[in-house]
T-cell receptor
């Protein structure tokens, strides 16, 4: 089955710097890759996603890139702000005949220092 | 609009007790997922419903875990004879239709088995 590895496990940056989180997946049939932000005591919040027919997607300060050949995808956050501090999860979804069962990475704890 | 809601938010059970966790998905959402999140880990898939049909229960850890969605809206995850290893946050997510669509998570129920 699908396996997703995520790194780094912790990331500390200064406000205004960029942050990059990387994930690799094992199942070449996976075709949907969302990123979630989880704050303490809350459920995961979808921040951006990318499908396998697209190489890059941007939404304001957040971008995601996908390299299907290498089976890895990355989250880029520019101009980080203290409110970006949270745990970020990547996920991959193998095509299972009509629904997307998400396989998550172990998470990256991002700390943005003022 | 209203998001996914879950109740109770916190549950403490003595080992051996049965518990029932409730999920109210976003109105009209066809797909409903349950995930289990251990402390410091990413969510892990438990089961999937399309309307009232449970199409995938491959992630349920044992036959002590049971989920239902009898009318295709509210879902209940039941754990019988709880064990300490069942302690985790149980997350529910819904999606507007089957296929590769965004999953929206609830806040989760934190279950502690003593």
């Amino acid at each position: 089955g699908e396996n997703v590895e995520q790194h780094p496990s912790t990331l500390s940056v200064q406000e205004g710097d960029s942050a990059v989180i990387k994930c690799t997946y094992s199942d070449s049939a996976s075709n949907y890759f969302p990123w979630y932000k989880q704050e303490l005591g809350k459920g995961p919040q979808l921040i951006i996603d990318i499908r396998s027919n697209v190489g890059e997607k941007k939404d304001q300060r957040i971008a995601v890139t996908l390299n299907k050949t290498a089976k890895h995808f990355s989250l880029h956050i520019t101009e980080t702000q203290p409110e970006d501090s949270a745990v970020y999860f990547c996920a991959a979804s193998p095509s299972l005949g009509g629904y997307n069962k998400l396989i998550f990475g172990a998470g990256t704890r991002l700390a943005v220092h003022p | 609009g209203a998001g996914v809601s879950q109740s109770p938010r916190y549950k403490v059970a003595k080992r051996g007790q049965d518990v029932a966790l409730r999920c109210d998905p976003i109105s009209g959402h066809v797909s409903l997922f349950w995930y289990q999140q251990a402390l410091g880990q990413g969510p892990e898939f438990l089961t999937y419903f399309q309307n009232e049909a449970q199409l995938d229960k491959s992630g349920l850890p044992s036959d002590r875990f049971f989920a239902e969605r009898p009318e295709g809206s509210v879902s209940t995850l039941k754990i019988q004879r709880t064990q300490q290893e069942d302690s985790a946050v149980y997350l529910c997510a819904s999606s507007p239709r089957e296929g590769l669509y965004e999953q929206y998570f609830g806040p989760g129920t934190r279950l502690t088995v003593t």
